[in-house]
């Protein structure tokens, strides 16, 4: 009997110390063992050629949860990625000039209803096309109402991007982003020469409109684009590795811009992005940071504009920034757009786990972050791969969720 009982006692032991053993790790509320299956996923698309590697966040209540590098930096020298190389971030420029440019909306500069014409006359009467599959001397309509400050930053206002392959936005890429253009503010001079693609406030086209905030950053505040971000945004935060140029020391951290070719096979692209000696400081993109970087601006944006006790924006500008200021104009289901940021306004919409008031957006070679305020969540994907998808944020949002544990 007393034997009995000894293996009973032994059998107990051995079923605890197995539960004890397979028992998650959980910190902030994310359990630590599912985030494998994050890394599982980006190693997959490295082993499968489709980027070079990856740098992955997750950040929690405040707490860096998770942070890793997987591949390399560059297929052709195989450089290993690391946690602190820096990504060419591309769109993701454009949510940290809204900020700056909501800073100076703080100070009383402007109203968002102001037209722009009111700063930039030369936005005063601009035309329309007809179609976008017009030719250079089709005739073109007069605006009904001038754009809008909230226009520029919804793209709500008839600008475009140029990034389609219909012969107006063909023209617009030509003939905007020349390469002997040295300021913005001869760039944005340049843009009214061309017609918008709708009128302002009847739909939505990702637009150059972050260009033109540029240009007003540095009429209302007397700095460079560059300076201000510089001295109001990057030292305070800590930003140390973010800018429009890379100096000499920290060059050897740039992450190469790869594609992957018709074949199947990925390479270093033929272009690689300016990281010096660039002058025109742009608000479409041209910004290089590191995920860390990056993550410390998302959580100064979650926490309502504060971090580490210095306040940038008021929380109920943020609150603003975050709302639906596009209407039903945008067309991913579920979302809509807000100052700067896309903006989720009904989650099972989306066919994501998301938050409603989640806001988020990318960059062109496939750099990704999402910030979601009712979770206490910051979630970034970054690498440097020129095909484009959105794959990889909706992969980001259905990994990073299914961590959550609280």
């Known amino acids: 009997m007393k034997y009995f009982k000894l293996l009973l006692l032994f059998i107990g032991l051995s079923v605890t110390g197995n539960l004890i053993g397979q028992t998650s790790k959980v910190v902030a509320g994310i359990n630590l063992d599912r985030v494998k299956l994050l890394d599982k996923y980006v190693q997959s698309e490295i082993d499968n050629g489709n980027i070079p590697g990856a740098v992955t966040m997750i950040i929690r209540n405040g707490t860096v949860v998770h942070q890793n590098a997987l591949g390399y930096k560059?297929?052709?020298?195989?450089?290993?990625?690391?946690?602190?190389?820096?990504?060419?971030?591309?769109?993701?420029?454009?949510?940290?000039?809204?900020?700056?440019?909501?800073?100076?909306?703080?100070?009383?500069?402007?109203?968002?209803?102001?037209?722009?014409?009111?700063?930039?006359?030369?936005?005063?009467?601009?035309?329309?096309?007809?179609?976008?599959?017009?030719?250079?001397?089709?005739?073109?309509?007069?605006?009904?109402?001038?754009?809008?400050?909230?226009?520029?930053?919804?793209?709500?206002?008839?600008?475009?991007?140029?990034?389609?392959?219909?012969?107006?936005?063909?023209?617009?890429?030509?003939?905007?982003?020349?390469?002997?253009?040295?300021?913005?503010?001869?760039?944005?001079?340049?843009?009214?020469?061309?017609?918008?693609?709708?009128?302002?406030?009847?739909?939505?086209?990702?637009?150059?409109?972050?260009?033109?905030?540029?240009?007003?950053?540095?009429?209302?505040?007397?700095?460079?684009?560059?300076?201000?971000?510089?001295?109001?945004?990057?030292?305070?935060?800590?930003?140390?590795?973010?800018?429009?140029?890379?100096?000499?020391?920290?060059?050897?951290?740039?992450?190469?811009?790869?594609?992957?070719?018709?074949?199947?096979?990925?390479?270093?692209?033929?272009?690689?992005?300016?990281?010096?000696?660039?002058?025109?400081?742009?608000?479409?993109?041209?910004?290089?940071?590191?995920?860390?970087?990056?993550?410390?601006?998302?959580?100064m944006m979650m926490a309502g504009g504060t971090f580490k006790g210095k306040q940038y924006l008021s929380r109920k500008t943020i609150e603003l920034m975050t709302s639906n200021h596009s209407g039903d104009l945008f067309a991913d289901p579920g979302t809509e757009w807000g100052l700067g940021f896309a903006v989720v306004t009904d989650g099972p919409a989306t066919k994501t786990t998301a938050s409603k008031g989640l806001f988020y957006w990318g960059g062109a070679n496939n750099t990704h972050f999402f910030i979601d305020p009712k979770e206490k969540l910051i979630a970034l994907f970054m690498t440097q791969e020129s095909n484009f998808t959105w794959d990889y944020h909706n992969r980001l949002r259905q990994l990073v969720y299914q961590t959550i544990a609280d």
């Open 74 to 299: 560059n297929v052709s020298t195989k450089a290993p990625m690391t946690t602190n190389d820096l990504f060419y971030i591309q769109s993701m420029t454009k949510p940290i000039i809204s900020t700056a440019f909501m800073m100076l909306y703080e100070e009383g500069y402007f109203k968002l209803d102001d037209p722009v014409s009111k700063y930039l006359p030369e936005f005063k009467n601009l035309r329309v096309v007809r179609s976008v599959n017009d030719g250079p001397d089709a005739p073109t309509d007069s605006l009904k109402s001038e754009i809008t400050i909230t226009q520029l930053l919804s793209h709500t206002g008839g600008l475009t991007h140029g990034l389609n392959l219909n012969p107006v936005d063909l023209r617009f890429r030509r003939g905007y982003f020349r390469p002997e253009i040295k300021t913005i503010q001869e760039r944005v001079t340049n843009i009214t020469k061309f017609p918008l693609l709708a009128q302002p406030g009847t739909a939505w086209n990702y637009s150059a409109g972050p260009d033109v905030l540029c240009v007003l950053i540095e009429k209302f505040s007397g700095m460079s684009v560059n300076e201000f971000l510089k001295s109001r945004i990057f030292d305070p935060l800590g930003m140390k590795n973010t800018g429009y140029n890379v100096p000499k020391t920290e060059q050897s951290k740039i992450v190469a811009v790869h594609t992957k070719g018709k074949n199947g096979t990925i390479s270093v692209a033929g272009f690689q992005p300016p990281f010096e000696n660039v002058t025109v400081w742009s608000g479409v993109n041209g910004l290089f940071s590191t995920a860390a970087d990056y993550a410390t601006f998302c959580q």
